[in-house]
């Protein structure tokens, strides 16, 4: 019985996994669309129907593309570092299917968290192990920005683990049930939001991949298969921030049409967002985190344990 158990466990996943890439393909073709509008012009309308079938050529062609690297790199970090990224972006959509009795985590905030900060090491090493200038600089510029942005994130999810009073992603769908967290808090949802586009390396954060001063930032060596992997994991993560802001702010039942449409909804503010503002100047973006965001965050933390201990207060 407990292999049977096992083996549903790892079909359920690998159907999960190969949802999720499915998603994404539809999502940059989504994105290409929504900026060709933007843009005055069509975007990709050739392959299949509407342009339906241009991901699957795009993913055929970079896959089926030389393999090349850099003599002077370090191979193996080098290799294997695009790898890890779409392993770890992934391996956190485990947490999410909590009502469909695939797996049930007591502690997935805090595995979130764990995984998020796991990220900054992949994007480090890709652009260290490249050996060349600009990649390098792309990665520094990552890790400070997304270590930045993270502590504003933690402090953010903390204030949430004080309000509902425990780690699980469930407890926001039992203190969702008649009025969304959107109305409670929608400064703290902002704050999340923009947290959220910095973390995901998103314009008008995209410091690491500055195409007009870094030529592609830390992605610089990478091309064929080693680029898809990359790019994959951020979208990857941009849908899964999208279903993690449905799921904190705006209801989080899983079995209701309306929670898919935000996340759709959420998904688009990422792609218009690229569509519409320029690139922030680097120091704005240091000063928004330290200055801005990390008050804000921290004040509602302190908010919410005050809230808590005089709700206690009332029930003694």
Known sequence: MFYMDMIFSLICILLLMVCVLIGVAFLTLLERKILGYIQLRKGPNKVGYMGILQPFSDAIKLFTKEQTF?????????????????FLSLLMWIMMPYLMGLFMFNLGMLMFLC??????????????????????????????????????????????????????????????????????CFPLAFVWFVSSLAETNRTPFDFAEGE?????????????????????SEYSSILFMSVLFSIMFLGSNLFSFLFYLSVVYISFLFLWVRGTLPRFRYDKLMYLAWSGFLPVALNYIFLFLGLKVFMYSLLI
């Open 70 to 86: 850099p003599l002077l790199s370090n191979y193996i970090m080098y290799y294997y570092s695009p790898v890890m990224s779409l």
């Open 115 to 184: 995984l998020t900060s796991m990220g900054v090491y992949t994007v480090m090493i890709a652009g260290w192990s490249s050996n060349s200038m600009y990649s390098m600089l792309g990665g520094m510029r990552a890790v400070a920005q997304t270590i930045s942005y993270e502590v504003s994130l933690a402090l953010i999810f903390m204030s949430f683990m004080v309000l509902v009073g425990g780690f699980s992603l469930m407890d926001f769908y039992f203190y969702q049930e008649y009025l969304w967290m959107l109305f409670l």
């Open 212 to 232: 007009s001063e870094l030529v592609s930032g830390f992605n610089v060596e990478y091309s064929s298969g080693g680029f898809a992997l990359i790019f994959l």
